[in-house]
């Protein structure tokens, strides 16, 4: 995101970036909007204080006041093309008034017929939901505009430059990647991670992979697995954040065996969220577990402590 914003600010491409977390959750839809509309024009500069041109339109409903804001100033104080970058979309998911939110964004997309300056605007939006999760009501249109972008892990070639970092001869850099790579599976924070690991072993030059199977080990597995944000992430994500965690997890147990194949079904609520997690992956029309990393630390005896007793059985 930050790489592509600096890309297009160097095309004369007008770019704001919008972390929802600094709006908080625990707000009034009001204090939201409003301070959505404060760091737009921050990072713009925009001549109109958003505050004082917010208040004086009281009279018009939030989402009203949302829309003419961007048709009534920041289309006409600025006369390029503007990406806004939404991140952390998934903190959406806890407030109860977003859906006018995102039925904002696709009134924009449908004014570009009629009004063409609409076409100069851009939202790209970040975080791990699916384009359904954002509108909730289903008396409404589902946020079904735009194109879906899913990050995809490190192919070895991608991740070569990494081995010019591992501080060991240059020759055997690549075999050691590959080695990675094979626990990782190309994830990207953990094949930086583990990257990273190997290069704080400054007295280990004559790598094995039976040596760097134990940092592994030693790293991720164990009390270990407790103390990492992305497995935390992951685990969360299967438990707390689940509204059916059972579902979810004897899903994950019937991929992770791998007796048959498991399609992918985009209406499945369980299996959109073992993607979401990072835990799965589509290969074709069938899910697999993503990495041998996450095979290690979720594997059976995991899932039996998890499952909800259910005493009915």
Same mark, same amino acid.
């Given at each position: 995101?930050?790489? $592509? !914003? ?14 929802? $977390?600094?709006?908080? $959750?625990? @707000? ?22 958003? &505050? ?51 039925? !904002? ?20 939006? &970040? ?27 490190? !192919? ?13 001869? $240059? ?6 990647? %590959? ?18 690991? @190997? ?16 940092? @592994? ?23 707390? %954040? ?5 579902? &979810? ?39 697999? &577990? ?24």
């Amino acid at each position: 995101m930050m790489r $592509t !914003s600096q890309r297009l600010s160097e095309e004369g491409v007008k770019t704001v970036i919008i972390d929802l $977390t600094q709006l908080g $959750t625990q @707000v009034t839809a009001e204090a939201w909007y409003l301070g959505l509309l404060a760091i737009i024009e921050d990072q713009l500069m925009l001549d109109t204080s958003a &505050v004082q041109w917010w208040k004086a339109h009281a009279d018009l409903g939030i989402t009203q006041r949302l829309t003419r804001f961007f048709e009534e100033v920041l289309l006409r104080e600025v006369a390029t093309p503007i990406v806004i970058f939404v991140d952390e979309i998934d903190t959406t998911l806890s407030l109860t008034f977003t859906d006018d939110f995102f039925a !904002s964004l696709r009134y924009f997309y449908q004014a570009r017929v009629r009004l063409p300056e609409f076409q100069r605007l851009t939202f790209v939006l &970040v975080g791990v939901a699916t384009p359904g999760d954002l509108i909730r009501d289903p008396a409404r249109t589902p946020f079904n505009i735009g194109q879906r972008l899913d990050m995809t892990d490190f !192919s070895f070639e991608e991740a070569l430059p990494l081995a010019q970092g591992l501080n060991v001869p $240059t020759d055997s850099a690549p075999e050691l990647l %590959r080695w990675i790579l094979k626990w990782t599976g190309g994830h990207p924070y953990l094949t930086q991670r583990l990257c990273r690991v @190997v290069t704080e072993q400054q007295w280990e030059i004559n790598w094995t992979e039976a040596k760097l199977d134990e940092l @592994v080990t030693n790293t991720f597995f164990g009390e270990k697995s407790e103390q990492d944000n992305n497995l935390q992430f992951v685990r969360d994500m299967l438990t707390r %954040r689940s509204e059916n965690a059972e579902e &979810v997890l004897l899903t994950y147990r019937e991929i992770r065996q791998e007796r048959k194949v498991v399609l992918d079904q985009e209406q499945s609520l369980s299996k959109t969220q073992l993607k979401l997690s990072g835990l799965v992956k589509r290969e074709g029309r069938a899910l697999k &577990v993503r990495n041998s990393i996450y095979r290690t630390v979720f594997d059976e005896r995991w899932i039996k402590e998890h499952l909800p007793i259910n005493w009915a059985k």
